[in-house]
T-cell receptor, first 116, second 113 residues
Framework: AQSVTQLDSHVSVSEGTPVLLRCNYSSSYSPSLFWYVQHPNKGLQLLLKYTSAATLVKGINGFEAEFKKSETSFHLTKPSAHMSDAAEYFCVVSDLRSSNTGKLIFGQGTTLQVKP | DTGVSQDPRHKITKRGQNVTFRCDPISEHNRLYWYRQTLGQGPEFLTYFQNEAQLEKSRLLSDRFSAERPKGSFSTLEIQRTEQGDSAMYLC???????????FGPGTRLLVL
């Protein structure tokens, strides 16, 4: 069965400094992995996805993530945080390849705080 | 704007009442998913439709919950005899074919008093 673990429930950075949100996954299949962002009172928005192509995935708003099979990790990074990045971030795995349902399995979320 | 819409956006009800939520997916999407998100948690899968067929239901979906997708277009999620533990955000998402990217609606926030 697939699962994801977000290693930090809360991350605080200063504006202009790098962001690192950590995620480890567990999957018996070659996984499809995603990062979604949820701003207060707004819907979930896809930041980026990995589907077995390039291991370094670039997403929207300057975010990127690197798939490391040896470490079973899919950490999200951004070189320079902006105030508008403050939100809840979810690491997600899809079960499409194992069950054909395609349901998404979410991590617990990481709250990113950006200080001026 | 993802194109998935949900109605209502907010619902306050008294314990024991029935509620129904609606989801309109992106028009060409044949897959539709319902998730539930409680405070401080990630969304959890409830049920999945491919066209009009409900193909999977989570153990979270008790017999008080029922979902439909007539004609493979919009979907409804009904909760009968609501309980305070049903208070949550109910999210709908849709996708096309075997593509794994799901597009989410804004959600319906339910509060059961």
């Amino acid at each position: 069965a697939q699962s994801v673990t977000q290693l930090d429930s809360h991350v605080s950075v200063s504006e202009g400094t790098p962001v690192l949100l950590r995620c480890n996954y567990s999957s018996s299949y070659s996984p499809s992995l995603f990062w979604y962002v949820q701003h207060p009172n707004k819907g979930l928005q896809l930041l980026l996805k990995y589907t077995s192509a390039a291991t370094l995935v670039k997403g929207i708003n300057g975010f990127e993530a690197e798939f490391k099979k040896s470490e079973t990790s899919f950490h999200l990074t951004k070189p320079s945080a902006h105030m508008s990045d403050a939100a809840e971030y979810f690491c997600v795995v899809s079960d499409l390849r194992s069950s054909n349902t395609g349901k998404l399995i979410f991590g617990q979320g990481t709250t990113l705080q950006v200080k001026p | 704007d993802t194109g998935v819409s949900q109605d209502p956006r907010h619902k306050i009800t008294k314990r024991g009442q029935n509620v129904t939520f609606r989801c309109d997916p992106i028009s060409e999407h044949n897959r539709l998913y319902w998730y539930r998100q409680t405070l401080g948690q990630g969304p959890e899968f409830l049920t999945y439709f491919q066209n009009e067929a409900q193909l999977e239901k989570s153990r979270l979906l008790s017999d008080r919950f029922s979902a439909e997708r007539p004609k493979g277009s919009f979907s409804t999620l009904e909760i009968q005899r609501t309980e305070q533990g049903d208070s949550a955000m109910y999210l709908c998402a849709s996708s096309f074919g075997s593509q794994e990217t799901q597009y989410f609606g804004p959600g319906t926030r339910l509060l059961v008093l």
